[in-house]
Each structure stands twice: as structure tokens, then as C-alpha cells.
């Protein structure tokens, strides 16, 4: 299956969806941490609700059980998150499913759950969140899509407008973008950029 779209912002408020999505944003990730469950469910439909607006894929990170409630048509594990997840259930509702990885055991792990698509990072140093894992690079990316085959595979980590090119031609199928877009002085702006250089590169306009 293909995805959405190539550029997949990742952001931890609905507000920054009714920044991001008139600009054209066809793939989304909301990252919610240390929110109360009724607070929670009060943003997640908010969100479920921008997206179906603006005709977007809304990936929810995490809550699997919100998911379903929620009838959301995407959701995000990482390797814990998807021990404990009833991916049964999650099948069961039609909900579609990535899966972090870092490593090849991690790797190998996904790829038991026949995944919609695997994420790799972190491609680049990040200082987003804590990582013991070092950087994977393009070498990895091309690696790791040799690997996983059709699926496609989203990296992330580390991750600029400058850099991108080249990490789509190692193989990356879409790239998730947290701080080059919300730490840069005019999201907006950066958004339509990443969207603009996607449509580059789909019409062979960007050589690298």
C-alpha cells in the first residue's frame, strides 16, 4: 500500500493541526503525553474531526483503546506499546498500524505484526526525545527498505528540509518531521516547503 502522503508531520496538540492542515498536509501524527483520559479523549476527537475536514490521515500515537472508541483510522506503537496492545482488536476495527523501529530484533519484531509501515530512526542525532540508539543514516534507510520490501518505510530523527532529499533517494517512502517544522520561527511556511519539495520530487524536478 502506499501512504497518504510523503511528509508526516508528528505534533502533541490539535493546535497545531489547524495550523498545519490548511497548508495542505495529507498525513499527521499526534503525540500526546501526560494529558487526563477525558482531556485526552476531548483532544483526540477535536483532532479526528480537523482531519476529516481537511481530508487527512490522523495517526494516532499510543492509545490503541482511544483508537478504537474513537473510530480513528490510524494509529502508532512503538516496541512496548505493542506488547501490550491487543493488535487484534486494533485489525479487527480496520484501523491501520505503523511500528517504530531502531534495531534489527526490533525490526524483526514489526514485521511479525504485517504492519502498514515501519518507522526507522533516529536517521540523524535528535534532540526531541532521548535515544540510546545511534544514528542510523542513509546507509541504514536503504538497508532497511531493501528489507521490509513494499511496506513502506518512514524514517524519522534528525530530519531537515536540506537533508530530505537525500533520505528519500536511500529509500525512505515518507519522512516524520517534529522540530524542523514546530521550532522553526514560521511552521506555516516550512510546511508548505516540505510539501512543495514531495511534489518536486515526484514530478523529477530534485536531483541529489
Request: aromatic share 6%; hydrophobic share 45%; charged share 20%.
Amino acid at each position: 500500500m502506499r501512504l497518504p502522503h510523503r511528509f508526516y508531520p508528528i505534533v502533541d496538540n490539535a493546535q497545531w493541526l489547524e495550523r498545519l492542515l490548511p497548508q495542505g498536509v495529507k498525513l499527521v501524527q499526534l503525540r500526546i503525553k501526560n494529558m487526563s483520559e477525558d482531556l485526552l479523549r476531548q483532544e483526540l476527537n477535536h483532532a479526528l474531526s480537523l482531519a476529516k475536514h481537511y481530508q487527512a490521515a490522523l495517526v494516532i500515537n499510543d492509545y490503541w483503546e482511544l483508537a478504537i472508541e474513537l473510530g480513528a483510522d490510524w494509529l502508532h506503537l512503538g516496541q512496548e506499546d505493542i506488547a501490550d496492545a491487543d493488535v487484534k482488536a486494533i485489525r479487527s476495527a480496520g484501523i491501520r498500524l505503523g511500528i517504530s523501529t531502531h534495531s534489527d530484533d526490533e525490526l524483526e519484531n514489526a514485521l511479525s505484526y504485517t504492519p502498514d509501515y515501519i518507522a526507522l530512526g533516529p536517521v540523524f542525532p535528535t534532540t526531541t526525545k532521548q535515544m540510546p540508539w545511534k544514528p542510523q543514516g542513509a546507509e541504514n534507510v536503504a538497508l532497511w527498505k531493501q528489507r521490509v520490501g513494499d511496506i513502506p518505510l518512514c524514517a524519522i530523527g534528525g530530519i531537515t528540509l536540506e537533508r530530505a532529499p537525500a533520505i528519500y533517494a536511500a529509500g525512505a517512502d515518507v519522512i516524520a518531521v517534529v522540530s524542523d517544522v514546530t521550532a522553526d520561527e514560521n511552521p506555516e511556511t516550512r510546511t508548505r516547503q516540505w510539501i512543495e519539495l514531495t511534489e518536486q520530487l515526484a514530478s523529477g524536478g530534485v536531483h541529489v
